[in-house]
């Protein structure tokens, strides 16, 4: 008799962090890095998840580098948490990232999981999850000079925070940025 060996996990890299659009969209200061999925993680997920797992697995990458939303986790310290659509229709996809890197200079994804669009919208309207745009990254780049958008009380061109999406939308505009539809 053969002994069944279960499934061999290994680190999976999953690209660079989007660094500039999460510091824009959150104030933080992330430097740039390699994000992985390590075993750990990995086997964290599987147990925690284990029917959600497998179809969740191969979206974790795509919502690291184009998240819809962006939040800061102040419930588990050290932490950001990215969401973003995913194929099956009306589902997300929470990441949970570490913004501490490790000694290899690695941020680590710590879990991930669906999450329904009823938990988001609670969040949103409470200013916990922000709308991340690739546009926040255009305007950086095109304005280097430009003040970056803090957590709580401004926006992107530096105007005072109203706390909505259209006033964000308007400010990037107004600079000449270029955005996605809603």
């Not at 510091?23 to 086997?43: C, F, M």
């Not at 200013?127 to 745009?133: A, D, I, Q, S, T």
């Not at 546009?135 to 992107?156: D, E």
Request: hydrophobic residues 35%.
């Amino acid at each position: 008799m053969s002994k069944r060996r279960g499934i061999r996990l290994v680190d999976l890299s999953l690209g660079p962090i989007p660094a500039e659009v999460i510091n824009l969209t959150l104030g933080l200061d992330l430097d740039p890095g390699p994000v992985i999925l390590s075993r750990g993680a990995q086997k964290h997920a599987l147990s925690s998840h284990p029917v959600e797992y497998p179809p969740c697995l191969p979206h974790v990458a795509a919502v690291v580098a184009d998240s819809l939303y962006l939040g800061d986790d102040f419930k588990n310290g050290g932490k950001i948490e990215m969401i973003g659509r995913v194929p099956a229709p009306g589902s997300f996809l929470l990441v949970a990232v570490t913004i501490e890197r490790d000694p290899a200079g690695r941020y680590n994804v710590c879990s991930f999981y669906p999450i329904s669009e009823k938990k988001i919208q609670p969040r949103r309207a409470r200013g916990y999850l922000r709308r991340g745009f690739k546009a926040l990254k255009q305007l950086r780049l095109r304005f280097p000079g430009a003040p970056a958008r803090s957590c709580r009380s401004r926006n992107v061109a530096g105007m005072p925070k109203s706390g909505s999406l259209h006033t964000d939308r308007m400010a990037c505009r107004a600079a000449g940025a270029t955005l996605p539809p809603h």
